[in-house]
């Protein structure tokens, strides 16, 4: 008999241990949360934010070049000179020269061209006076203008003199004549025979071919 009782005793003892056991597996753990990543922020985090207008970059305006409205002035390397036509009467002569703008632009062309004689070794021809005047024998009144010439358009001038010897002596002759626009340095060399026997030539001012008389 109590032999039966001891066993019965240890069989309800293993039995409350076993069933001790089976009730603790049954606890369910809470998953943890995970910390949220840097580079992905959480849905409340981008709910929140605030989006940030980028700023758009200042455009400056550039001004247009402007170009210059007064042509500047014509220098010899843009321009050609010539014998256009040539009047004679009562012992006096008149060439008229004119000068072609050759360029791409408008000059200006203002006063009186500079003139000298030259003899056949290219020096001055002695003697000569040269004279700046508005009249000649064949035109008058011809005052200083400023011309502006347009590509392909002339403004000429009058070289005057009178070829009546009224000496026995040999009267002056050029072999060639230098002519230097107004207001310029460098000059042209031109062929012509020039006989002023009074010692004096007269040179007018440049002017348009349109207004020449």
Do not use: W
């Not at 010899?76 to 791409?104: C, E, I």
Request: aromatic letters at 4%.
């Amino acid at each position: 008999m109590r032999i039966l009782i001891v066993e019965s005793s240890m069989l309800l003892l293993l039995t409350a241990m076993t069933t001790g056991c089976v009730g603790s597996s049954s606890v369910t753990k809470q998953p943890q949360a995970l910390p949220a990543s840097p580079e992905q922020p959480t849905k409340k985090a981008v709910l929140n934010s605030t989006a940030t207008p980028i700023a758009k970059p200042i455009e400056h305006s550039t001004p247009e070049a402007t170009t210059a409205t007064n042509p500047t002035r014509c220098e010899t390397s843009q321009l050609s000179v010539r014998r256009v036509s040539q009047d004679a009467g009562v012992g006096n002569v008149a060439l008229t020269y004119a000068f072609t703008n050759n360029g791409s632009s408008p000059c200006t062309l203002n006063g009186y061209p500079g003139l000298a004689l030259l003899d056949a070794k290219d020096r001055p021809l002695q003697g000569i006076k040269v004279i700046r005047s508005k009249d000649t024998y064949f035109s008058s009144n011809q005052p200083q203008q400023r011309v502006t010439l347009a590509p392909g358009k002339q403004a000429s001038f009058q070289i005057a003199y009178n070829h009546i010897r009224s000496t026995e002596e040999q009267c002056p002759t050029s072999s060639k004549i230098q002519i230097t626009p107004p207001n310029a340095y460098e000059h042209f060399t031109v062929t012509e025979q020039i006989k002023p026997c009074t010692g004096k030539v007269r040179v007018t001012p440049v002017r348009s071919a349109d207004t020449q008389p």
